[in-house]
């Protein structure tokens, strides 16, 4: 059996950076680090209901968060800031209730990034979005290469699992098109896992993008 690894971890250090930045004591890590994932899941439920096209697409590309004694700062790295309603409000927003100090400052910035179609979290909604509306997986997933092309990847590869077009047996199906050197350290590859509910069941998304090479 081969053994997988997750893309990211894999190569945390040399092409990847952390999306947190931030110290804390060994008792209080497990405490920090579920606070981040609350302060994202936050900040997605509050994009998805104030979007001013009523879309499957959040344009989150990822969130970055780095923490000090007296400041957390959260940058949010959008595609399509523009369909965002009210942006200054995410302030306002529960975020500052997930947070277990109150005395720390909090401040949001919203970052706009070229090629929104070239991040995986992008193209995976885009993906989810077309098989809820039951467009065939096929047709959905050259779109979605179309789509990078455009935007200037060197290459994808998309796996999708699950009761793909509503079939009593689950199956897995995938397309790669240019290079995906998953081997290769210091390629720089962008990778995600995205779940998506249909009237079937759930299907499981997994994109991987060859950006460049270092």
Not at 85 to 105: D, T, Y
Request: charged share 25%.
């Amino acid at each position: 059996m081969g053994q997988k690894i997750n893309p990211l971890g894999f190569r945390l250090g040399t092409t990847q950076g952390h999306l947190s930045l931030w110290f804390a004591q060994p008792k209080n890590y497990s405490e920090d680090l579920q606070e981040d994932t609350k302060i994202r899941n936050c900040i997605k439920n509050y994009v998805q209901k104030n979007m001013k096209i009523s879309s499957s697409i959040d344009g989150i590309a990822w969130i970055e968060i780095q923490k000090r004694i007296d400041l957390i700062q959260i940058i949010i790295y959008m595609g399509f800031p523009k369909l965002l309603i009210e942006p200054r409000k995410i302030e306002e927003l529960h975020v500052k209730k997930e947070l277990n100090s109150i005395n720390r400052k909090l401040t949001i910035v919203i970052t706009r990034i070229t090629n929104p179609y070239g991040h995986p979290n992008i193209l995976a909604e885009f993906i989810a979005g077309q098989l809820k509306n039951r467009v065939s997986f096929r047709k959905a997933m050259k779109k979605a290469i179309e789509l990078t092309e455009q935007a200037g990847t060197k290459g994808i590869q998309i796996k999708i699992a699950g009761r793909i077009d509503g079939k009593e047996i689950a199956r897995v199906e995938w397309i790669r098109e240019g290079r995906v050197p998953l081997q290769t350290i210091r390629a720089k590859i962008d990778y995600c896992s995205y779940t998506v509910g249909t009237i079937y069941g759930v299907l499981g998304i997994k994109i991987w993008i060859f950006v460049d090479e270092d």
